[in-house]
């Protein structure tokens, strides 16, 4: 796929079923992940990937901090079936370093590029998927069980997949209405 058409064309599809990428597919995915711009090369990123049975281990732990935070039984039904909507979820994590130059927000904008790099590569295999947060991303109770340290910060779960139908796009934005020339 052209990269131009990728890029002016991609859009999310959150309608997902199997196949998810292959063994082999997912190699390429993480490739184009660990090409995110990287201030430092402190590559801070993790990947950590639910597919299968794993899926219903990340809803209980969905599930188990949604009890946590006292949220209501609808909310905890549809927390614990959140990951079940793609066959594959895969977790990105910014593993946040200290360092003197290069701040935590530059770190988080790294793992996120990295997600998207990694959301590009899928539809260039004929996947589709979309990222999403929500609450569980700053949850402390999600960290501890998906084994993150004090410091690392979930920027994103990529669902992934193959569309189940195709969704539209959203309408194309003028780029005059976002952009100015300095001193114009
Ligand atoms: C940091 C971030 C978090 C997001 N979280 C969610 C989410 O939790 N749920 C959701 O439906 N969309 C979420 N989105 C938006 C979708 O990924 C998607 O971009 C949006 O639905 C627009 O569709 P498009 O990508 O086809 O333009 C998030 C996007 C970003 C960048």
Redesign the pocket.
């Known amino acids: 796929m052209d990269a131009l058409e990728l890029l002016l064309n ?5 309608r997902l079923i199997e196949p998810a990428p292959s063994a082999e597919q997912l190699d390429t995915v993480f490739k184009a992940g660990l090409r995110a711009p990287d201030h430092g090369a402190l590559t801070p990123w993790e990947f950590v990937v639910f597919e299968g049975e794993q899926r219903q281990q990340l809803g209980d732990i969905f599930a188990q901090a949604a009890q946590a935070n006292g949220k209501d039984a609808e909310t905890i039904e549809k927390a614990r079936n959140a990951p079940l909507r793609a066959p594959m979820v895969i977790t990105v994590v910014a593993k946040v370093k200290e360092h003197n130059n290069v701040p935590r927000l530059e770190q988080e904008i790294s793992a ?1 590029c990295a ?2 790099a990694m ?1 590009m590569a899928s539809l260039a295999l004929g996947f589709n998927g ?5 609450w569980f ?1 700053f949850d402390r109770g999600v960290h501890q069980a998906l084994s993150l340290a004090e410091t690392d910060q979930i ?3 990529l669902y992934l997949g193959t569309a189940q139908v195709e ?1 539209r ?2 309408p194309e934005r003028d780029p005059a209405q976002f952009v100015r020339y300095f001193g114009k």
Request: hydrophobic share 40%.
């Open positions: 991609r859009h999310s599809n959150p996120g997600l998207m959301q979309i990222w999403r947060t929500g991303s920027v994103g779960f969704v796009k959203l």
